[in-house]
């Protein structure tokens, strides 16, 4: 079974700062997708970034970056220059086998 | 790029009537669907697997009898929730995944709202 833990149930971050957001998952795959996704208020899931588990290199999605740790079952989002409309809840996901699944979200708030 | 259309975005039913939501892929044909279910301030849990031509697989506690899936063609899934209670009330979404392979691309739809008076 596959887990994904996510310890940050809200955070904030001044506009044009940087946040990152933590991720831990646990499965016992070598070849996996992990995927963080936005969710603002209207609820509509949006892909932020992706990373292939076999690839070592970190995933770019201009402001957005990712910090993956094979080893420690790692995987945290970078924001850079955060801006009002990244306040949403973001999800990180573990995608094995043809299942994906949801760590329980964290609420972010860019304030201006 | 890839969209899911799911419909409708909202619906209001009474209890005990059947309420069925639709979930396309537009642009592509989809293998497998996925049905998510997401409480306020919740993650989504996935409730069942949709493949196309059979059977869906439901994941634990997840009452098959109740939330019937069907996936009879490449580009629509629909979800129905039969004898519906206030507890079903919840916010239901889709994915779709763009091609055959574990590693495709999945698109969500915009979800529906169901509330079950």
């Known amino acids: 079974a596959q887990t994904v833990t996510q310890s940050q149930p809200e955070m904030s971050v001044q506009e044009a700062e940087t946040v990152t957001l933590s991720c831990t998952y646990d499965t016992s795959e070598n070849n996996y997708y992990l995927f963080w996704y936005k969710q603002p208020p209207s609820r509509q899931m949006i892909l932020v970034i992706r990373q292939e588990a076999y690839k070592q290199q970190n995933a770019t999605e201009n402001r957005f970056s990712v910090n993956f740790q094979k080893a420690a079952k790692s995987f945290s989002l970078k924001i850079s220059d955060s801006q009002l409309g990244d306040t949403a809840m973001y999800f990180c996901?573990?995608?094995?086998?043809?299942?994906?699944?949801f760590g329980g979200g964290t609420r972010l708030m860019v304030k201006p | 790029g890839a969209v899911v259309s799911q419909h409708p975005s909202r619906v209001i039913c009474k209890s005990g009537t059947s309420v069925k939501i639709e979930c396309r892929s537009l642009d592509f044909q989809a293998t497998t669907m996925f049905w998510y279910r997401q409480f306020p301030k919740q993650s989504l849990m996935l409730m069942a697997t949709s493949n196309e031509g059979s059977k869906a697989t439901y994941e634990q506690g997840v009452e098959k009898d109740k939330f019937l899936i069907n996936h009879a063609s490449l580009t629509l899934s629909t979800l129905t929730v039969t004898s519906a209670h206030p507890e079903d009330s919840s916010f239901y979404i889709c994915s779709a995944r763009e091609g055959s392979s574990y590693n495709s691309p999945l698109h969500f739809g915009n979800g529906t709202r169901l509330t079950v008076t």
């Open positions: 996901a573990l995608d094995v086998g043809n299942m994906l699944t």
